[in-house]
């Protein structure tokens, strides 16, 4: 929103031109949607601000976003051009009477360094630096400094550079606060509405009813404010030199988050999150414990890997083993099940228990020689690949998900609790984290049963012409073809779609890679293959090697395709 751009790309060569104020109906359409389903949480002042806001001409409110949107705090008017607004003067004034904008009286350092250029600073302090004048800015900016003055003669020397009026939008908290209960996180913000009247995307009708909000009271917003300043409080210590570091304030970070709990889900994931980071910290810090019992408040991976390791620095064998038993008999996620297929032989060995080797990784090989060209190699060995099969797709993980994203849509778009904010979400807010099984489990299971009695065809089928359209971040509709999607469910067995389907639903946010870059379909059902393509010199990602792992043990026709160079 900072700058003055007015075109979105639509992905081919075309682009859509914005309507010239178009960020103030995203604001307006932010704010009455945080209304209609927040408006019995909001406090007497914030309310105010909306009907104060609603009231300001339309100028003012246009000057008003642009501002509260950019980086500032402070700006300088004769700085300011927007075509669409048109003089400043009469919005500037309006935005001061009316309380959104305050005018400096103090300036900064370094925020004369932001709003004046070298010449206009060296024009106006020359005469109090001392000689020889310093040239560049970084120079110019400490010889201010040392003169030690005060920020009200800052602003009174500074102002002298023209009759600017240094302005400050005011209500930004509150702005804050519209944003994240319109998105439902901190992350994001004006600059990536979603414009909903460009044609652009059409977004699944899913319930936005109070009944399902992300904050369901003030003390859940509260709670999550609070992890956010903790939050915030950690990475500005991160930011500072490490000379300049306290070393007693990972510990007391450390006992203060031992002591909280966040009951509400909306904040617990970053605390969970948080006490991680701090946890890892400590570890450095060799401060063994305080690291154990703040990875014992979290729920979220990798806090129960790093436990382990933390265990085996105390050499604490008992619970190293009741916690490696635990993860093997319900893990959390894909690099928690791996991390643990790596410690585990150590650990047992420390442990005096007999460990089992790992055993050797070995899939199914095709090797090609196919002669290099202007096509990728996987263009090149699907056309190679034709001459042997019906059909040849170059899919990677495009056709699983899309697959998988048409069998679950229902499910995925269900009315849980936190998991929509707005109107212009392509999947839950929760869909690549570790609850999102364990929150919809009881609708998972049915559906899994009901599609291990229906022909997956007609059910693949049924769901493509019904949701084809909607926004859905696990179907990519400009890839995946009604065609394509009948040739894979006939071809390829229920039994091991549904072998897919499940370890998908294990873990969203690392099954959604790592499939094979081609399928190659027979003339028969049953009779197909799926090819992971790697060039000279290319290897295998972990990611692949999970899913060959799990096709190998599923009997599920898939292999790794070595190719050479070969002369045409």
Same mark, same amino acid.
């Given at each position: ?107 900064? !350092? ?24 310093? +040239? ?8 201010? +400094? ?23 939008? @005011?209500?930004?908290?509150? !702005? ?59 990475? @500005? ?18 006992? !203060? ?43 979220? *991976? ?87 099969? *019906?059909?040849? *797709? ?89 065609? @394509? ?10 039994? *091991? ?72």
């Amino acid at each position: 929103m900072a700058g003055q751009d007015k075109k979105i790309a639509t992905g081919g060569e075309a682009s859509i031109e914005l309507e010239p104020k178009y960020y103030l109906s995203n604001f307006q359409h932010l704010c009455a949607a945080v209304t209609n389903q927040y408006g019995d949480l909001l406090t007497a002042e914030e309310k105010q601000f909306l009907e104060e806001f609603d009231r300001l001409s339309e100028a003012g409110r246009c000057l008003y976003i642009r501002l509260i949107s950019r980086r500032g705090p402070w700006f300088r008017d004769t700085r300011l051009a927007y075509s669409e607004i048109g003089a400043l003067s009469d919005p500037i004034d309006e935005l001061l009477a009316e309380g959104f904008l305050t005018q400096a009286e103090e300036l900064t !350092v370094e925020e004369l360094d932001k709003l004046f250029t070298r010449d206009e600073l060296q024009r106006v302090f020359g005469t109090e630096l001392p000689t020889p004048k310093p +040239t560049s800015k970084g120079a110019l900016l400490e010889a201010i +400094t040392e003169l030690a003055w005060s920020d009200k003669r800052h602003y009174e020397i500074a102002s002298s550079v023209s009759n600017d009026r240094i302005i400050a939008p @005011l209500g930004g908290d509150t !702005v804050a606060l519209l944003q994240l209960l319109f998105f439902g996180n901190r992350r994001q913000s004006l600059t990536d509405f979603v414009l909903s009247d460009l044609g652009l995307a059409r977004y699944y009708p899913y319930s936005l009813a109070r009944a399902l909000r992300l904050f369901p009271s003030r003390e859940a917003i509260e709670d999550y404010q609070l992890c956010g300043d903790l939050s915030d409080t950690y990475w @500005l210590y991160q930011e500072l030199d490490p000379s300049q570091r306290d070393p007693t304030f990972l510990i007391e970070l450390g006992e !203060v988050l031992c002591d909280l709990e966040f009951v509400y889900e909306a904040s617990s994931r970053r605390w969970f999150r948080l006490c991680n980071r701090v946890a890892r910290d400590l570890e450095r810090q060799e401060q063994w414990m305080l690291a154990y019992k703040l990875y014992g408040c979290s729920k979220l *991976h990798p806090a129960r890997e790093r436990a382990l390791r933390v265990l085996e620095q105390m050499e604490q064998w008992e619970d190293v083993r009741l916690l490696v038993e635990s993860i093997k008999a319900l893990p959390w996620c894909e690099a928690e099940r791996d991390a643990l297929r790596r410690m585990e032989p150590r650990l047992r060995r420390k442990m005096g228990e007999p460990a089992a080797k790992r055993p050797r990784q070995q899939f199914a090989e095709l090797r090609l020689s196919v002669p290099r060209g202007s096509a990728s190699v996987e263009i090149a060995v699907a056309q190679a690949l034709s001459a042997q099969w *019906h059909e040849v *797709h170059y899919v990677e993980n495009t056709l699983m998900c899309g697959l998988f994203g048409l069998a679950f849509w229902e499910q995925i778009f269900a009315p849980i609790p936190g998991a929509f904010n707005n109107a212009f979400q392509s999947v839950p807010a929760d869909m690549y984290e570790q609850d999102f099984l364990r929150r919809r489990q009881t609708l998972l299971e049915q559906r899994l049963q009901q599609l291990e009695l229906q022909s997956l065809e007609s059910v693949l089928d049924e769901a493509y012409i019904k949701f084809q359209g909607y926004q859905n971040r696990w179907v990519s509709w400009r890839y995946l073809s009604r065609e @394509l999607v009948a040739a894979a469910a006939a071809c390829i067995p229920s039994e *091991h779609l549904l072998s897919i389907w499940q370890r998908m639903l294990f873990d969203p946010g690392e099954n959604r890679r790592g499939f094979p870059d081609l399928i190659a379909f027979g003339d028969e059902p049953g009779d197909y293959l799926m090819l992971e393509v790697k060039g000279p010199g290319d290897t295998l990602q972990e990611s692949q090697k999970r899913w060959l792992r799990h096709f190998q043990s599923e009997d599920i026709p898939a292999q790794v395709g070595w190719v050479d160079w070969c002369d045409a």
